[in-house]
């Protein structure tokens, strides 16, 4: 199995606070790698498909780069609604998430 | 709109069988474009992938559950279920189905709000 390694596992941030993810595979995966937040107790939800594109209607503060084996998510200007976990997922092999990273309030 | 609703029994005994299923509203599970999914996330833990089926019938299974594990699917339900055998404690978890978009890098689009299964006696 490929595995996804996601830093920090949670860090603390203001609203409008510039806000980077990392995550990293144990071996290259290209760009087959996706995004999700998920807010307490509920389901998660697709940020970013192939490393880098936005579905329609994720807001255009999140952003995404990286390929081969290390992304990054960045959220631009952190809103209330982006306190929440991350999660990295690679589809390279059998699909695995990343441990997440929990963004708080500071 | 799509929308997914999983349904099935919350408390499982250990050995036992689990068995959940997915219904689809909004959409149909026969299109081309998608497989259907389960994820797990034990309490306080992380996403685990389970499997992946195809309205034909075609799956994909994540090889850790392979051998305890059956997703099939009823396109005249328009549902997909998942059946787990041999339960054990671990297998406590928040159940989710997903629309699986392989043309999206297999990323999950749509999701139902999940069902949280516990195994205990």
């Known amino acids: 199995d490929i595995q996804m390694t996601q830093s920090p596992s949670s860090l603390s941030a203001s609203v409008g606070d510039r806000v980077t993810i990392t995550c990293r595979a144990s071996?290259?995966?290209?760009?087959?790698l996706n995004w999700y937040q998920q807010q307490p107790g509920k389901a998660p939800k697709l940020l970013i498909y192939?490393?880098?594109t936005l579905p329609s209607g994720v807001p255009s503060r999140f952003s995404a780069r990286g390929s081969g084996t290390d992304f990054s998510l960045t959220i631009s200007s952190l809103q209330p609604e982006d306190f929440a976990t991350y999660y990295c997922?690679?589809?390279?092999?059998?699909?695995?998430f990343g441990g997440g990273t929990k963004v708080e309030i500071k | 709109q799509l929308q997914l609703q999983e349904s099935g029994p919350g408390l499982v005994k250990p050995s036992e069988n689990l068995s959940l299923t997915c219904i689809a509203s909004?959409?149909?599970?026969?299109?081309?474009?998608?497989?259907w999914g389960w994820i797990r996330q034990a309490p306080g833990r992380g996403l685990e992938y389970i499997g992946s089926?195809?309205?034909?019938?075609?799956?994909y299974y994540n090889p850790s559950l392979k051998s305890r594990l059956t997703i099939s699917v009823d396109t005249s339900e328009n549902q997909f279920s998942l059946k787990l055998s041999s339960v054990t404690a671990t297998d406590t978890a928040v159940y989710y189905c997903?629309?699986?978009?392989?043309?999206?890098?297999?990323?999950?689009?749509?999701w139902g709000q999940g069902t949280l299964v516990t195994v205990s006696s």
């Open positions: 997903a629309r699986h978009s392989y043309n999206w890098s297999d990323s999950f689009d749509h």
């Open positions: 909004g959409g149909s599970i026969s299109s081309t474009s998608y497989y």
């Open positions: 089926i195809y309205y034909r019938g075609n799956t």
């Open positions: 071996r290259s995966i290209s760009t087959h």
């Open positions: 192939s490393a880098s």
């Open positions: 997922q690679q589809s390279y092999s059998t699909l695995t």
